[in-house]
Every structure is written in C-alpha cells, then in structure tokens.
C-alpha cells in the first residue's frame, strides 16, 4: 500500500516510476515539463499576519558610525569635521613597487603625486598629514583603501613620505586632518 501511494505521488509530480533511486528511494525528476504561467489569486498576508510572525523580532541596533564617515548623500566628509583632526597613528608608505596598478578608486597609482590610501574616507577628500616627529605637513588626496596592516591609519604615496620625512624610516607617528 506504501509503494502504491509513492508511486502515485511520483506520477503526480511528472516523474517516472522506474527512474526511483534505489539507495534512497527519492525520485529523480523526468524531463521537466513547460511551466504554464502562474494565474489567478496570489498568497499576500494582511499586516496581522505579519506581524504576528514578525511581531516579536527586535529593531536593528543603532549603527556607530566615526565623525569622519562618508555622508551617503553627498558622499562628502560631514561639514563639523572640515579642517578638525580625524585622528592619529602611524603613516607608512608604498611607491614603485605599486606604480602603475589600479587604485582602490580606478585611478592608477603614481608615486610620484601627492596621494594616500585611507580605510574609510571618501575618495578625493584632501587630508593634511602631519608628522609628529618633525612637524612637517603635506596635503594629500584620498585615492585608495587601505592600510591593513595593525595599527597604521594611512598609506601614504612615496612623494608624500619624503615631504614630511618618514620615506627612510618607513613610517612615522601623524596627526590625519581634513581640508
């Protein structure tokens, strides 16, 4: 009787009695047939289903979100953090080896301009970098994302290091402003 209500539920699916799997027992679909258009009412559920479904989940929690974070709708840093300090750390830099590849922004990289990587500034946002050591200052444009590496908080382009004088060490303590 079991064997008999499988293989009309099979038949009713469209498949073949004998193209069973015999480790199984699931059914392998024949050829499938044309779907026909799907016509007439559609499921929808009224607002108490919903949220009698629904009803009990949380809100999303709020988002920290950095003052120095991309405004979406103007895609600009927020206007209390022009000229206002965004942050501290240590800058390094990349030239040559990198010169000539695509950016993070489609540009390609020259280490000879006056450009940086940063992890979440909007591309074309000009920072000035100032390195604590010395006090020297250059201004650069955001053009790539990085650095991903331990505490560092921006990647500055070769002509950038020597302006502010860490290209030797390698890296340096900065102060990050926007302009």
Known sequence: MRQLAASL???????????????DRAPVPA?????????????VPSADAFAEAFGDMDAPAAIAVPSHA?????????????????GAGVASWYGRAFAGRKTASGERFDPAELTAAHRTLP?????????????????????????????????????????????????????????
């Open 9 to 23: 539920a099979v038949l009713a699916l469209g498949l073949s009695v004998t193209a069973l799997n015999a480790a």
């Open 31 to 43: 050829e499938a047939p044309a779907a026909a258009p799907a016509e007439g009412p559609r499921f």
């Open 123 to 179: 591309f074309g946002t000009k920072v000035r970098v100032t390195h604590a050591g010395s006090g020297r200052s250059v201004v650069v444009r955001i053009n790539d994302r990085g650095p991903f590496h331990g505490s560092r908080v921006i990647d500055l382009s070769q002509a950038a290091a020597e302006a502010i004088g860490i290209r030797s060490a390698g890296s340096g303590r900065v102060t990050l402003a926007t302009l």
């Open 70 to 86: 991309v405004d979406v709708e103007t895609l600009a840093p927020s206007a209390d953090t022009l000229g206002a300090e965004i």
